[in-house]
Structure formats: structure tokens, C-alpha cells
Nanobody, 116 residues
Framework: QVQVMESGGGLVQPGGSLRLSCAAS????????RGWYRQAPGKERELVAT???????NYADSVKGRFTISTDSAKNTVYLQMSSLKPEDTAVYYC??????????WGQGTQVTVSS
């Protein structure tokens, strides 16, 4: 099993920044995909950003140029640096890890609220 734990959410003013962290533990061998997703009230969960094993990244159009996904392999951690935050970025942010066998592991989510 893989345990996934997000942290770093909170309340921030429009235009501000936050960095989310996603720490993985357990049977992390074979993890080949890492991603951030978010779900706003009344909306479906949507992809924010992903990073592959070779470092290839993919971003939702709504966050391109403002968010950056990165990893620290030594710490088994995935980060999401969020800048120029907007009220529409308000959501619960989830981390998902995927392995070679097609299994997916989700964290419990961390709340990000962008408001003045």
C-alpha cells in the first residue's frame, strides 16, 4: 500500500502564493506518475498538473504560467507551487500517485481558499 499525505493549504489573498506538498510512504516502488487535482464545491474533480517519471509535465490551461509541479525523489515528495492565485482557484486539492500496475493512490486533500 501507498500512503499519500497533502499539506500546505490555507487562506490566501488574491495574487498571493502557496506551496502544496504531497508526501508518499509505504510501497512506493514503481510509482511512475504524480499529479495534483482539485475539486471546487458543486464541481467535478479536475486535473491541475501532472509530472511523469522522466519529468514531463502537463498543466490545465487555467493554471499554465501560474502553477509549477515538481518532485524531490529523495524525499518522495511532490510539490505544487501556486502563484498569482485567483478566487476561482479555491478548491480542495488532492494528490494522486500512479504505478506501473495501474493502481492509483489518493490523499485526503488540502483546502485552498483564495479570498480577500
Amino acid at each position: 500500500q501507498v500512503q499519500v499525505m497533502e499539506s500546505g493549504g490555507g487562506l490566501v489573498q488574491p495574487g498571493g502564493s502557496l506551496r502544496l506538498s504531497c508526501a508518499a510512504s509505504g510501497s512506493i516502488f514503481g510509482i511512475n506518475g504524480r499529479g495534483w487535482y482539485r475539486q471546487a464545491p458543486g464541481k467535478e474533480r479536475e486535473l491541475v498538473a501532472t509530472i511523469g517519471i522522466l519529468g514531463m509535465t502537463n498543466y490545465a490551461d487555467s493554471v499554465k504560467g501560474r502553477f509549477t509541479i515538481s518532485t524531490d525523489s529523495a524525499k518522495n515528495t511532490v510539490y505544487l507551487q501556486m502563484s498569482s492565485l485567483k478566487p476561482e482557484d479555491t478548491a480542495v486539492y488532492y494528490c494522486k500517485l500512479s504505478n506501473y500496475y495501474g493502481a492509483h493512490y489518493w490523499g485526503q486533500g488540502t483546502q485552498v481558499t483564495v479570498s480577500s
